[in-house]
């Protein structure tokens, strides 16, 4: 199973930008997929998750600001990142709960991280 995630960069206070994050492999179901982020010297924390039933779940510092949804078909989540702060700055993780094919537990997997920066 490989999370690919995508759409980091360079970013100016107010702007936008868009994560996406596609899962592929022997995957026999996903449970949820998900957005953590983790800023220099801090923890790694939940930034959004929606549950493949459709629930979602945001840290209170992004909502109104962060939207995630997902394309079922494609097994691919995106976080659409709007009025974008300095302190979102932080290396994005893409997670997924999910169930392979050969083994059919439920297991956490994790893409490599996308740097975000905003910054003037």
């Known amino acids: 199973v490989q999370l690919q995630a995508s759409g980091g960069g360079l970013v100016q206070p107010g702007g936008s930008l868009r994560l996406s994050c596609a899962a592929s492999?022997?995957?026999?179901?996903?449970?949820?997929m998900g957005w953590y982020r983790q800023a220099p010297g801090k923890q790694r924390e939940l930034v959004a998750i929606?549950?493949?039933?459709?629930?979602?779940n945001y840290a209170d510092s992004v909502k109104g600001r962060f939207t995630i949804s997902r394309d079922n078909a494609k097994n691919t989540v995106y976080l659409q990142m709007n009025s974008l702060k300095p302190e979102d700055t932080a290396v994005y993780y893409c997670?997924?709960?999910?169930?392979?094919?050969?083994?059919?537990?439920?297991?956490?997997?994790w893409g490599q991280g996308t740097l975000v920066t905003v910054s003037a």
């Open positions: 929606i549950i493949f039933g459709g629930s979602t």
């Open positions: 997670g997924a709960a999910l169930r392979t094919t050969a083994t059919q537990k439920l297991g956490l997997y």
């Open positions: 492999g022997s995957i026999f179901s996903i449970y949820y």
